[in-house]
């Protein structure tokens, strides 16, 4: 039998494997914290070493993507497909565009999706991809032929049964569109290889909603069990992207007062807290016009906005960090809790340094993680490929409640593997819960 995994002698090995990756490294140490001790008390998982292999991806893929832009310039980006984990169902994780996008950023991603996807249970394993493309500033035409460059080498490598894409930041409807129809073009298959599509071509009801609404389920559910009140209070959400815009629809509905949004340029607040007329008018400037959130506080007077600011400063009993990793960070963390926070869940994946995470749970703020509380988009993903397996459509409502259900049962898990003398440390809740299924897999395969 191994001997007991020590943190330190763990983090060691996976650093020196695993050198100029800090994010992926942050996301491991974030998880190998809650799970060593778990590990120890469970010598099949020690004996198995599932840890360490959980830890190294099935396969990392990285290609060339040359496209042309509108002025007949040739451009060439790095396209990347990293397949984490297929014990429980095919891959399956978004693609992200954006320059910040390297092997680091997506082997954290999908490691974090493991355990995300897991969660859910629904038979889906884990990966995430994207390129170093922005694509701000491009035109659709430009985009298109990106994306198609990017397909013709990605679609060897995907397929239905074997791993299935979405979006995330920078890839919203219009991308999977276009990379859609050109997996379709090279194929000769209509296969639900991509989710996210429009309802035309396979898409499904709630999808766009999903992760958005899914973090505010979250939320709902974890102040209910926890004894606290949300109607009324206020929450600071950041971003303005898919995920930012749906928490705060949801939020609004249930009667949260929701202060902010932001994107990378800065922050905007809504004095009064936002209404219907502002969110409409912020899904018309973000998702059609793809213009700045500034533009917000340009067209009411009761909105002001705060260049190269993070909301974080503003005094609030709830935070939803949707932008992008690494957003919120100690100094913030300590703000927040200095002005009263009650309850952070995290709608983006891993936006709180880890030392913003330890000064939540030493001071006892309500803290969900990402991989729990933004299970809802993939979720509604995995139901979009059962409804194209089947060849139907669910309504729209019977997929919000199924969405409210699966986020319901992402809690309680939580609550079954954290709870703790007198609170609930959701961080540790989530982990496990996400890890046993997933190594019960492994284990069962033996040794691979
Ligand atoms: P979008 O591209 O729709 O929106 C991203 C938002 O975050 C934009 O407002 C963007 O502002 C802002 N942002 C991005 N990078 C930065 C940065 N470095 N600093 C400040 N703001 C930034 O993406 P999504 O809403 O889809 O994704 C947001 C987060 O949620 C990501 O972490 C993603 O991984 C996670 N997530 C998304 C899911 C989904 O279903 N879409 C599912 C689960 C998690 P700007 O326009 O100025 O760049």
């Known amino acids: 039998m191994p001997k007991p995994l020590q943190l330190d002698t763990f983090l060691n090995s996976v650093r020196q494997r695993n050198p100029h990756e800090p994010e992926f490294l942050q996301a491991v140490e974030e998880v190998a914290e809650s799970l060593i001790p778990f590990i120890n008390q469970h010598p099949k998982y020690l004996e198995y070493r599932v840890l360490e292999r959980m830890c190294e991806p099935d396969r990392s893929l990285s290609f060339r993507v040359a496209w042309e832009d509108d002025h007949g310039d040739i451009h060439v980006n790095r396209g990347y497909r990293v397949q984490f984990n297929n014990s ?69 490598y995907i397929g239905e049964n074997v791993d299935v894409p979405a979006g995330d930041i920078g890839v919203g409807g219009r991308e999977i569109a ?45 102040l209910l069990f926890n004894g606290r009140e949300y109607k009324g209070k206020r929450c600071l959400i950041s971003g303005s992207g898919n995920v930012a815009i749906y928490a705060a629809e949801k939020a609004l509905q249930l009667g949260i007062r929701v202060l902010t949004l932001s994107d990378s340029s800065g922050y905007v607040l809504f004095r009064k807290g936002l209404s219907e007329e502002h969110l409409a008018y912020i899904k018309q400037i973000k998702t059609v016009q793809r213009g700045r959130i500034s533009e917000v506080a340009e067209k009411f007077s009761d909105v002001e906005f705060f260049p190269g600011q993070k909301p974080w400063q503003v005094p609030a009993e709830f935070a939803l960090p949707c932008a992008t990793q690494n957003e919120l960070d100690a100094d913030d963390a300590e703000t927040l809790i200095a002005n009263g926070i009650e309850a952070v869940c995290e709608g983006a994946n891993m936006p709180c340094t880890k030392g913003a995470v330890d000064r939540f749970i030493a001071a006892r703020v309500l803290y969900a993680p990402g991989k729990a509380s933004n299970a809802g988009g993939v979720a509604v993903s995995g139901l979009e490929m059962s409804q194209n397996s089947q060849r139907l459509s669910w309504s729209r409502e ?26 609930v440390n959701y961080l540790k809740g989530a982990n496990i819960a996400g890890f046993v299924k997933v190594v019960d897999a492994m284990v069962a395969f033996g040794v691979m």
């Open 88 to 156: 429980i169902g095919p891959y399956k994780g978004g693609l992200r565009f954006h320059p910040s996008v390297n092997l680091s950023v997506l082997k954290f991603l999908g490691f974090e999706q493991t355990f995300k996807n897991s969660l859910t249970d629904l038979p889906m394993g884990a990966g995430k991809g994207g390129a170093d493309f922005n694509p701000k500033g491009k035109s659709d035409r430009e985009v298109m032929r990106f994306c198609q460059a990017f397909m013709s080498e990605l679609f060897h």
């Open 178 to 222: 276009y990379l859609f129809g050109q997996y379709k073009r090279l194929t000769h298959e209509f296969a639900g290889v991509l989710t996210g599509k429009a309802l035309e071509y396979g898409g499904s009801l709630v999808r766009l909603e999903a992760t958005g609404y899914g973090v505010v389920y979250f939320l709902q559910n974890m």
């Open 398 to 423: 019977e997929l919000d409640n199924m969405l409210r259900d699966i986020m319901r049962k992402i809690h309680d898990k939580c609550v079954r593997y954290g709870k703790e003398d007198d609170w």
